[in-house]
T-cell receptor, first 113, second 111 residues
Framework: DTEVTQTPKHLVMGMTNKKSLKCEQH?????MYWYKQKAKKPPELMFV???????INESVPSRFSPECPNSSLLNLHLHALQPEDSALYLC????????????FGPGTRLLVL | GQNIDQPTEMTATEGAIVQINCTYQ??????LFWYQQHAGEAPTFLSY????GLEEKGRFSSFLSRSKGYSYLLLKELQMKDSASYLC????????????FGAGTTVTVRA
């Protein structure tokens, strides 16, 4: 089983809203990732959690706030976003210690109005 | 910065073979991944090369030359469902397996 699930699939929010994206995996992976992908562009890494601790923040604006409540869950809290933040947000996970392949979830398509 | 180059677009006929090249110049190298991404969907893992040589998986094969900073993905017996973007990604040395992606190659398969 190489399934990573993400909710919601689609999200429309205003610039003053607060919302959260959720990601879940039950593969025992200890590394989880958030990526942002704009149309016709490759995924851009935002955050990496390793053993539930934030290990990489790629200089992401503070209006994006990640959280890893436990080893299976990863959240991305959104607040005061801008229209240019509209994109596909992808979650991925990897075993980290045994093999490094990252498995991606289906993504959340976010539109900021 | 990392430099990973692949062609933007390729078109081929159903049943044919297509080779997607990827060249890289990066600050370190652990291995190279190929992912397939259909429009509006998540990338799905195709292959991973660490050592030089050819890895074959059914209709798809991937080749790596570390000394030349070069890889290719070979798609054989093309099917319409192979129309997608193909992403080359280099795994960089770090504790957390950071991937650096190329811009992707859009392959269109025509009947």
């Amino acid at each position: 089983d190489t399934e990573v699930t993400q909710t919601p699939k689609h999200l429309v929010m205003g610039m003053t809203n607060k919302k959260s994206l959720k990601c879940e995996q039950h593969m025992g992976h200890r590394a989880m990732y958030w990526y942002k992908q704009k149309a016709k562009k490759p995924p851009e890494l935002m955050f990496v959690y390793s053993y539930e601790k934030l290990s990489i923040n790629e200089s992401v604006p503070s209006r994006f706030s990640p959280e890893c409540p436990n080893s299976s869950l990863l959240n991305l809290h959104l607040h005061a976003l801008q229209p240019e933040d509209s994109a596909l947000y992808l979650c991925a996970s990897s075993h980290r210690d045994r093999e490094e392949t990252q498995y991606f979830g289906p993504g959340t398509r976010l539109l900021v109005l | 910065g990392q430099n990973i180059d692949q062609p933007t677009e390729m078109t081929a006929t159903e049943g044919a073979i297509v080779q997607i090249n990827c060249t890289y110049q990066t600050s370190g190298f652990n291995g190279l991944f190929w992912y397939q991404q259909h429009a509006g969907e998540a990338p799905t893992f195709l292959s991973y090369n660490v050592l030089d040589g050819l890895e074959e998986k059914g209709r798809f094969s991937s080749f790596l030359s570390r000394s030349k900073g070069y890889s290719y993905l070979l798609l054989k017996e093309l099917q319409m469902k192979d129309s997608a973007s193909y992403l080359c990604a280099v795994s960089l040395p770090s504790n957390d397996y950071k991937l650096s992606f190329g811009a992707g190659t859009t392959v269109t398969v025509r009947a």
